[in-house]
T-cell receptor
Framework: ETGVTQTPRHLVMGMTNKKSLKCEQHLGHNAMYWYKQSAKKPLELMFVYNFKEQTENNSVPSRFSPECPNSSHLFLHLHTLQPEDSALYLC?????????????FGQGTRLTVV | DQQVKQNSPSLSVQEGRISILNCDYTNSMFDYFLWYKKYPAEGPTFLISISSIKDKNEDGRFTVFLNKSAKHLSLHIVPSQPGDSAVYFCAARNYGGSQGNLIFGKGTKLSVKP
């Protein structure tokens, strides 16, 4: 248990569906992140929120839409995805986005787009 | 082009012996390095880190060595235990960059045999 909880753990969705991934952290951290891990590829940063403000958008397609209503919650809204978007989506948090502190990861959501 | 490379996709070690996981990087502006461990169906877990001003950091059975001139770091696990079997990711951060700017390697799968 890392203090970062992601739901759902598994998700299968069609290309025309709209779904959301949820992340919640109980660590009092101020920075939250979305990462994507595709098969045989390194972890790729998607979005960074620091004190609820988005500070990074790593050239992510607009079919992925993040939302950070407060420092404890982070959502990733999905719509009209493609099969190649199938991957493990990981949420992480850290004390802030700047200091030399490690990130704590959730267990991930395994997404399959059919 | 990958900035953080873990050239060994897998490593097998006997219990009680030393495990050495290697990581090479290309960007001389990296100033902070981390190792994460990942079990199947779980998110990565922070293991140990090192700042570029140091060449060694030790935490129990885990030691990270940094050779800046060679742009190489390694993780030593002594003695190795079956519970250490996991995928190990090396990550690096750009000088002045945020926690979210971690660049990850593809990982090395360590198997420790009883």
């Amino acid at each position: 248990e890392t203090g970062v909880t992601q739901t759902p753990r598994h998700l299968v969705m069609g290309m025309t569906n709209k779904k959301s991934l949820k992340c919640e952290q109980h660590l009092g951290h101020n920075a939250m992140y979305w990462y994507k891990q595709s098969a045989k590829k390194p972890l790729e940063l998607m979005f960074v929120y620091n004190f609820k403000e988005q500070t990074e958008n790593n050239s992510v397609p607009s079919r992925f839409s993040p939302e950070c209503p407060n420092s404890s919650h982070l959502f990733l809204h999905l719509h009209t995805l493609q099969p190649e978007d199938s991957a493990l989506y990981l949420c992480a948090s850290s004390q802030t986005a700047v200091l030399n502190t490690e990130a704590f990861f959730g267990q991930g959501t395994r997404l399959t787009v059919v | 082009d990958q900035q953080v490379k873990q050239n060994s996709p897998s490593l097998s070690v006997q219990e009680g012996r030393i495990s050495i996981l290697n990581c090479d990087y290309t960007n001389s502006m990296f100033d902070y390095f981390l190792w994460y461990k990942k079990y199947p169906a779980e998110g990565p877990t922070f293991l140990i880190s090192i700042s570029s001003i140091k060449d060694k950091n030790e935490d129990g059975r885990f030691t990270v060595f940094l050779n800046k001139s060679a742009k190489h770091l390694s993780l030593h696990i002594v003695p190795s235990q079956p519970g250490d079997s996991a995928v190990y990711f090396c990550a690096a951060r750009n000088y002045g960059g945020s926690q979210g700017n971690l660049i990850f390697g593809k990982g090395t799968k360590l198997s420790v045999k009883p």
